[in-house]
């Protein structure tokens, strides 16, 4: 990383002559700015603004999502943030990712950014405020740790209108002028903390909630753009498995890191970024369900979950998982174990259709792993029917978790959407959602025979509810244990 990035405008301005100042790193190689240098950067310069700027492709989604929005609260004023950059160490940063409520309703990815909609008597008018281009005049391009020359150019104002068919404002100004205006205001809360406290005793934290609540089931069902975006999301996971398969052998010579940095490396090339942190877990890490450290060895004979997903450039991510023989063949209990998986979420699968309850794929599955638990002895079937097996949750001590969740800009979509459209609800078309049994057996699990602990399986894909069913926008990977098996067979040849 190149020496003295400034990261920030300094309080005391001391010797940049006619320039505002910038405050440098403590311990920078350069001290000053003489009045030479300053006059030498300011000129001399092309003009790079875009004219003619096409409208970004979701635009008129977003205007319509927004109409939505104004419609559900007429009259106050309606604030969405963006979210500020992160300190990962000293002046190191994380990379920036837009709050979704603001990217769904805007289109735009800016960190700083807020979405503003003034209320009328017909609605909103809605304007962005955004960080301009970095100024020229005093500087800040060059000298600023954020400054184009740093970190790269943004769009200026007029550009940022042409893209997003909004005005657009100057961001620094965002709390004075919000502030100075007092009016009913609802804000998405724990984006930009300065904001709402400038917006002070204008905001109602119940309200608030309320906003937040409207805006994550406003994702419940997707538009024909979001759709594009997922079944895009979902190509381009099914490439970064395969990419995997491919590297196998480099991941037994080193470690479940190299399958996480396979698959990265397709989400970076393919979209923004994975969409979660990727669970590589070989072995027994297989039945920690988050597992995320990624750090263990790969060994021929074993198992490996990979839980993963591709980002699009838009945030819409993927979310799939397949359960891998390393040495590329199942073992008989490995393929028992499997297959029990693979009808259950055959069971959920079929669920899946318009006018069944979204609770409907997570009971079908269930009742297929309670029953195969139940053949193999590992619940008491002489004690437990199959019907008291479901009613007491006795089969959740191996399958631990729900069989899925809606899926969109955030890998659990729509998390704070009300209970009643959400868990509650029946499934309508245009909807997405994961469907993912898994059993887990834990190695210090005495319940269970020895040749069980350690083996974790999952199977995920992601589901789209159709007019008449649903379409598995996944299904470029295989699931079935044969057609794994012969996957991945062709790709080690």
Not at 42 to 63: C, F, H, I, M, N
Not at 67 to 85: M, N, Q, T, Y
Not at 304 to 333: C, S
């Amino acid at each position: 990383m190149t020496e003295d990035r400034t990261p920030a405008v300094s309080d005391n301005p001391e010797g940049l002559a006619a320039e505002e100042e910038f405050e440098g790193r403590k311990n920078g190689l350069y001290s000053e700015v003489s009045d030479e240098l300053a006059a030498s950067m300011k000129s001399g310069w092309a003009d790079t603004e875009l004219r003619g700027l096409e409208p970004v492709e979701q635009a008129p989604y977003t205007a319509a999502r927004r109409a939505a929005l104004s419609a559900r609260f007429p009259g106050e004023r309606l604030v969405v943030p963006a979210g500020h950059l992160r300190v990962r160490a000293n002046d190191t940063d994380y990379a920036f990712r837009a709050a979704s409520e603001y990217v769904h309703l805007s289109g735009d990815q800016s960190e700083d950014a807020v979405l503003v909609g003034e209320p009328t008597g017909e609605g909103h008018e809605f304007h962005l405020y955004l960080r301009p281009r970095s100024d020229r005049e005093n500087g800040e391009f060059w000298l600023d740790g954020y400054g184009e020359l740093w970190v790269g150019r943004r769009h200026s104002l007029a550009e940022a209108e042409l893209r997003y068919g909004l005005p657009c404002k100057d961001v620094r100004k965002a709390a004075e002028e919000l502030a100075a205006a007092p009016a009913p205001t609802r804000i998405v809360r724990g984006y930009d903390v300065e904001l709402e406290s400038a917006l002070g005793e204008q905001l109602d934290a119940a309200k608030d909630e309320e906003l937040k609540v409207f805006l994550s089931g406003l994702r419940l069902v997707k538009d024909a753009w979001e759709v594009a975006e997922l079944r895009a999301a979902c190509t381009a996971t099914v490439k970064g498995f395969t990419d995997v398969v491919r590297e196998l052998d480099q991941a037994v010579a080193t470690s479940e890191r190299w399958i996480e940095g396979t698959f990265w490396r397709r989400a970076r090339v393919e979209g923004n970024d994975v969409g979660y942190g990727s669970i590589a877990a070989a072995g027994p890490h297989a039945t920690t369900l988050h597992w995320v450290r990624n750090d263990g060895d790969v060994r021929p004979g074993e198992l490996l979950l990979l839980d993963a997903g591709v980002e699009t450039a838009n945030l819409y991510t993927a979310d799939v998982t397949r359960t891998l023989p390393i040495n590329g063949r199942f073992d008989d209990l490995q393929r028992r174990i499997y297959d029990a998986v693979f009808d259950a979420q055959e069971a959920g699968i079929a669920a899946v259709r318009p006018g069944g309850r979204f609770r409907d794929f997570h009971d079908a599955a269930q009742r297929v792993l309670a029953e195969r638990l139940l053949a193999w002895g590992l619940i008491d079937a002489s004690v437990y029917d199959l019907e008291k097996v479901l009613e007491l949750g006795l089969q959740r001590r191996w399958t631990l978790h729900g069989t899925g969740h809606m899926l969109g800009l955030d890998v659990h979509d729509c998390a704070h959407a009300r209970r009643e459209s959400y868990v509650d609800a029946e499934l309508v078309p245009g909807m997405v959602l994961t469907v993912e049994p898994g059993l887990y057996f834990q190695l210090d699990d005495l319940t269970v025979p020895e040749e069980y602990r350690g083996i974790g399986v999952r199977i995920e894909d992601d589901i789209l509810v159709t007019a008449d069913g649903n379409e598995n926008l996944s299904a470029g990977l295989p699931r079935r244990a044969e057609d794994v098996e012969s996957w991945m067979a062709g790709l080690a040849g």
